[in-house]
């Protein structure tokens, strides 16, 4: 069993910044792919940023210079540092991750998702 455990979410003015963490445990053998979603209300959920294993990212172009995603493999934890903070960024943040699981099991995994609020 996997579970992913997201946290750093919470209430900031515009132009403030959050960082979001989260760590995935259980019965893992690699993670190839891991990321952020967010869904806002009355809207489908949406990529924000993914990061491989080897490093690569994808932003959305609504994010692009504004937030920057990391991960640390050997705690299985993936971040996303969101700078410059508006209104419109208020959303839920999940988190994403593509875990391997078996010797050529993959499954998709979501965390609970944590809230993140703009305002003044």
């Known amino acids: 069993q996997v579970q992913l455990v997201e946290s750093g979410g919470g209430l900031v003015q515009p132009g403030g910044s959050l960082r979001l963490s989260c760590a995935a445990s259980g019965t893992i053998f690699s993670i190839p792919n891991m990321g952020w979603y967010r869904q806002a209300p009355g809207k489908q959920r949406e990529l924000v940023a993914t990061?491989?294993?080897?490093?690569?990212?994808n932003y959305a172009d609504s994010v692009k210079g504004g937030f920057a995603i990391s991960r640390d493999n050997a705690k299985n934890t993936v971040y996303l540092q969101m700078n410059n903070l508006k209104p419109e960024d208020t959303a839920v943040y999940y988190c994403?991750?593509?875990?391997?699981?078996?010797?050529?099991?993959?499954?998709?995994?979501w965390g609970q998702g944590t809230q993140v609020t703009v305002s003044s």
């Open positions: 994403y991750a593509r875990i391997r699981v078996g010797l050529i099991a993959h499954n998709d995994y």
């Open positions: 990061i491989t294993s080897g490093g690569s990212t």
